[in-house]
């Protein structure tokens, strides 16, 4: 069964550190994997999607990379800002139809 | 588009009533998914539709749990008779079929549901 591990769990940073979350999964045979963002009392937003044969992605401030042999994945913020502050969830897919297994997420504050 | 909408975004209710959330999805998705998010679980997949029809409802937690999508632009998920431990936030969430692979998911702002 596959399960999805994010740590830390909270994280909190000045304003302008660069800062990495992690993400874990249990079954290396993704399909892709995602992160997404959660701002208190809204929906998730898409960030990024890698590929089961990508190594990373880049959107503005954000890298995410993925090691499928060692079942790993890291989000990289570049120069935060408070805006950042959200609960950041990294998602698994098992199949090519959506099916979604979401770690628990890390929730960051980044102070001014 | 205005996005994935879900009503209510709040409902309190009493146990043993019936519950209704209801969605709407982005016009021109095929896939539709049903969420719900509590602290102690997390995010967890109830229920997927592609074109209209159920694909995998094995996340479904008990027969008391039902969901449809009568048409492409909208999905009831029904819970009878609800329960104290339903209360939790419901997403409904959408996606298109690109080059023969799912795009990422589009998700609704979510129903808070609390059952007393």
């Known amino acids: 069964k596959q399960e999805v591990t994010q740590i830390p769990a909270a994280l909190s940073v000045p304003e302008g550190e660069n800062l990495v979350l992690n993400c874990s999964f249990t079954d290396s045979a993704i399909y892709n994997l995602q992160w997404f963002r959660q701002d208190p009392g809204k929906g998730l937003t898409s960030l990024l999607l890698i590929q089961s044969s990508q190594r990373e992605q880049t959107s503005g401030r954000l890298n995410a990379s993925l090691d499928k042999s060692s079942g790993r994945s890291t989000l990289y913020i570049a120069a935060s800002q408070p805006g950042d502050s959200a609960t950041y969830l990294c998602a698994v897919e098992r199949g090519s139809q959506g099916n979604l297994i979401f770690g628990k997420g890390t929730k960051l504050s980044v102070k001014p | 588009d205005a996005g994935v909408i879900q009503s209510p975004r709040h409902e309190v209710t009493e146990m043993g009533q019936e519950v209704t959330l209801r969605c709407k999805p982005i016009s021109g998705h095929d896939y539709l998914f049903w969420y719900r998010q509590t602290m102690m679980r997390g995010l967890e997949l109830l229920i997927y539709?592609?074109?209209?029809?159920?694909?995998?409802d094995s996340g479904m937690p008990e027969d008391r749990f039902s969901a449809k999508m009568p048409n492409a632009s909208f999905s009831t998920l029904k819970i009878q008779p609800s329960e104290p431990r339903d209360s939790a936030v419901y997403f409904c969430?959408?996606?298109?079929?690109?080059?023969?692979?799912?795009?990422?998911?589009?998700f609704g702002p979510g129903t808070r549901l609390t059952v007393l």
């Open positions: 969430a959408s996606s298109s079929y690109l080059a023969g692979v799912a795009d990422t998911q589009y």
């Open positions: 539709f592609n074109n209209n029809v159920p694909i995998d």
